[in-house]
């Protein structure tokens, strides 16, 4: 893995491995271009999980947690014309919280336990959402028409190739906006909702939570909720933010300064 930096200043900067912290500062000029992490499977070095995970093992104000959480939070961002890619959508949809949205994985993902039917989906979501309210989902299905039960309940349904095809010139000005980029677009947008459903064992989903959090804040609307469960008004006035339930799971002291 290997992090492309705009010659960010790096200061106590530490090696860190799952049983000790080195006490010695990692040998990085200060202003270096590019930041690696060795990745060797057989040695144990693989990055599957979230970045909270690796932070998890330090107390909340020690030096590691403290710089890494704000060089995460004020270096490690999107570019800025990703966040003017998801602008345009967001304004489509009536702009920040004048909708909901929902990252419903379906085919791309290894955990076969976290698919569900949208009838159960929107089942789920159904005492959260106010009536005839204007949805955003981001997914990989592609079968015509899976979405149709929310419809029939009289939400307005929005994927972003729906609002593609009905904007032809969306993007014209942002230069070439390539497909790969499209993912991080839509987690930008998924950060302006009202409320976001993700999906359970993803890290697309996870990453949202986080972006929510940073804009959010601690509250309601930063509460990490999931499509596959059934949710009523006093369970999600009794969430507590940050308790995402996922091996990929986001965690609240992220999203502090």
Known sequence: MTIFLEKVKLTNIYYYNSSMISKEPAKIHEETLILHFPMHVREGLRYLGGIPGLLRPFPF??????YSRKFIRY???YADFIWKAASR???VLGGPNAF???HVRRNDLQYKNVFIGAEGSIENMQELLQPKETMYLATDETAPGFFEPFKKRGFKV??????????????????????????????????AARLFFGTPSS????????????????GPQSSCLYHT????????????????????????????P
């Open 100 to 102: 909901v949205a929902a």
């Open 229 to 256: 469960k059934k949710y009523t008004k006093e369970k999600f006035e009794n969430t507590e933010p940050g308790s995402c339930t996922t091996s990929f799971k986001d965690d609240v002291l992220m999203w502090k």
């Open 89 to 91: 959508v967001i304004d």
């Open 203 to 218: 890290t697309f989903s996870s990453y949202t939570f986080r972006l929510r959090g940073y804009i959010h804040g601690l």
């Open 75 to 77: 270096h490690l961002v």
């Open 158 to 191: 929005f994927t972003l190739q729906d609002i593609k095809k009905s904007n032809k010139h969306l993007w014209e000005d942002l230069g070439d906006i390539k497909p790969k980029y499209e993912g991080m677009i839509e987690q930008a947008v998924c950060s």
């Open 61 to 66: 104000d020690h030096p590691v947690s403290v």
